[in-house]
């Protein structure tokens, strides 16, 4: 048989084919649809093709992109980053680290122990920075010479895809704003968090947020103590 621009487990001799998990959003259920990361996703040809997909979505989709690989336009004309989990501190050995080498839509899943540092933010929207325990006992330190997770993009928008979950933020300052958190042009997701001793000069000892609008659930903010108030 010809084949071509096809995916073939196994592999399978012809133009362009490929020996790839599809990525299909829920084959066992009838689901074809690609992920967003799908090998299939550009991979296709428009010769003798349809000029839509099964659902009559116009092909290629968006214009001017190659066609997709299978029965359904994805909308992106080339795959997506796939999303991973970073490990700390087996994959790196400081949160800090393990943020700086994620992508959006990454999670940074942190073991349960005390990590002392000060940690800034990268400037990449959609990371979920998670305890694989809780705020009894994954705790982020910040040795009282700096806020403890600081937040200020420059170039990038960090929204409510941003997670930080499931843990104890403590002994933040230093300071004069924000000694467990300060959030800046920003709207994270913040959850199961205890902010709990910090200490700053001015305002905002466990938590500053500034020009943002933040989701705050299941959280504790107490015993922070700030020079002006909050």
Known sequence: ADVSYSIVE????GTSNLDQDPYFVDGIN??????NYAPGIGAGTGNNAPVSDISGTQRPSPAGSSWDIGAYENPYGVPQHMPVTINVPEDYPTIQAGLNAADSTDTVLVQPGTYTENISWPETNGITLLSSGDSSNTIIDGGGVSSVIYINPQVSEIDSTTLIKGFKITNGGGVATGG???INTSSPSLANLEISNNHVSGEGGGLYGANS????????I???TAGNGG
């Open 10 to 13: 196994g592999g399978y001799i």
């Open 180 to 182: 467990g958190l300060l």
């Open 222 to 224: 107490n015993d922070n």
């Open 213 to 220: 609008q933040l989701s705050i659930k299941h959280s504790k």
């Open 30 to 35: 009838g689901d074809y649809s690609l992920q």
